[in-house]
Protein backbone atom coordinates (compact mmCIF):
# COMPACT_ATOMS: atom_id res chain seq x y z
CA UNK A 1 0.00 0.00 0.00
CA UNK A 2 1.08 3.46 -0.67
CA UNK A 3 -0.02 4.53 3.14
CA UNK A 4 1.39 3.25 5.87
CA UNK A 5 -0.25 4.03 9.28
CA UNK A 6 2.54 5.54 12.19
CA UNK A 7 0.01 5.50 15.11
CA UNK A 8 2.66 3.81 17.22
CA UNK A 9 5.54 5.58 15.95
CA UNK A 10 4.17 8.55 17.02
CA UNK A 11 2.56 7.63 20.25
CA UNK A 12 6.06 6.20 21.33
CA UNK A 13 7.39 10.08 20.37
CA UNK A 14 5.02 11.24 22.88
CA UNK A 15 5.89 8.01 25.68
CA UNK A 16 2.25 6.52 24.83
CA UNK A 17 3.06 3.04 25.48
CA UNK A 18 -0.55 1.30 25.86
CA UNK A 19 -4.03 1.80 24.20
CA UNK A 20 -5.56 2.47 27.50
CA UNK A 21 -3.31 5.37 28.15
CA UNK A 22 -4.28 6.39 24.18
CA UNK A 23 -7.56 5.95 25.16
CA UNK A 24 -7.82 7.87 28.56
CA UNK A 25 -6.02 10.73 26.61
CA UNK A 26 -8.10 10.86 23.90
CA UNK A 27 -11.10 11.43 26.19
CA UNK A 28 -8.98 13.96 28.32
CA UNK A 29 -7.72 16.43 25.37
CA UNK A 30 -10.38 15.20 22.79
CA UNK A 31 -13.93 14.67 24.30
CA UNK A 32 -13.88 11.69 22.44
CA UNK A 33 -14.79 8.30 23.91
CA UNK A 34 -13.06 5.13 21.56
CA UNK A 35 -13.61 1.32 23.00
CA UNK A 36 -10.89 -0.71 23.61
CA UNK A 37 -11.40 -3.22 21.06
CA UNK A 38 -11.32 -0.39 18.50
CA UNK A 39 -8.23 1.29 19.98
CA UNK A 40 -6.82 -2.32 19.85
CA UNK A 41 -7.63 -2.26 15.51
CA UNK A 42 -5.93 0.96 15.63
CA UNK A 43 -2.98 -0.02 17.32
CA UNK A 44 -2.73 -3.54 15.19
CA UNK A 45 -3.67 -3.15 12.23
CA UNK A 46 -3.44 -0.45 9.34
CA UNK A 47 -6.92 1.22 9.28
CA UNK A 48 -8.63 1.06 5.58
CA UNK A 49 -10.89 3.89 6.95
CA UNK A 50 -10.38 6.55 9.54
CA UNK A 51 -13.68 8.46 10.04
CA UNK A 52 -12.83 12.37 10.31
CA UNK A 53 -14.25 12.40 13.58
CA UNK A 54 -11.20 9.57 14.88
CA UNK A 55 -9.01 11.24 12.98
CA UNK A 56 -9.40 14.86 14.67
CA UNK A 57 -9.48 13.19 18.16
CA UNK A 58 -6.49 11.40 17.67
CA UNK A 59 -4.40 14.90 16.23
CA UNK A 60 -5.46 16.74 18.89
CA UNK A 61 -5.18 14.03 21.92
CA UNK A 62 -1.58 13.34 20.22
CA UNK A 63 -0.62 16.90 19.16
CA UNK A 64 0.26 15.80 15.87
CA UNK A 65 -1.17 16.30 12.39
CA UNK A 66 -3.03 13.41 10.12
CA UNK A 67 0.49 13.90 8.11
CA UNK A 68 2.41 12.78 11.19
CA UNK A 69 0.12 9.46 11.58
CA UNK A 70 0.16 8.94 7.92
CA UNK A 71 3.58 8.04 6.03
CA UNK A 72 2.72 8.32 1.88
CA UNK A 73 5.39 5.99 0.11
CA UNK A 74 4.44 6.60 -3.58
CA UNK A 75 4.72 3.16 -5.25
CA UNK A 76 3.92 3.66 -9.11
CA UNK A 77 6.99 5.85 -8.79
CA UNK A 78 8.70 3.11 -7.71
CA UNK A 79 7.05 0.89 -10.00
CA UNK A 80 8.90 2.85 -12.77
CA UNK A 81 12.37 3.43 -11.21
CA UNK A 82 12.28 0.01 -11.42
CA UNK A 83 11.43 -0.86 -14.45
CA UNK A 84 14.17 2.22 -16.12
CA UNK A 85 16.55 0.75 -13.92
CA UNK A 86 16.18 -2.29 -15.61
CA UNK A 87 15.93 -1.38 -18.99
CA UNK A 88 19.07 0.88 -18.32
CA UNK A 89 20.76 -2.52 -17.04
CA UNK A 90 19.92 -4.74 -20.20
CA UNK A 91 21.35 -1.42 -22.34
CA UNK A 92 24.62 -1.60 -20.37
CA UNK A 93 24.91 -5.33 -20.84
CA UNK A 94 24.63 -5.32 -24.95
CA UNK A 95 20.72 -6.36 -24.52
CA UNK A 96 18.40 -4.60 -26.40
CA UNK A 97 17.82 -0.37 -26.37
CA UNK A 98 14.76 0.82 -24.49
CA UNK A 99 12.08 1.90 -26.35
CA UNK A 100 12.24 5.81 -27.55
Same mark, same amino acid.
Given at each position: ? +??E =?? %??H &?? +? *?? /?? =? !???E?G?? %? #? #??A??S??????S???? /? #??? &?V?AE???A?C @???????G?L =??????YI???? @??? *?? $?M +? $? &???G !?? %????
Amino acid at each position: M +ALE =WR %LRH &VM +A *EK /NI =W !SGAELGRL %L #E #EKAGYSISPPSISALLN /N #EPR &VVKAETMDALC @TALECSPGDL =WKHKPSYINKLK @TKA *EI $QM +A $Q &VSNG !SK %LPPI
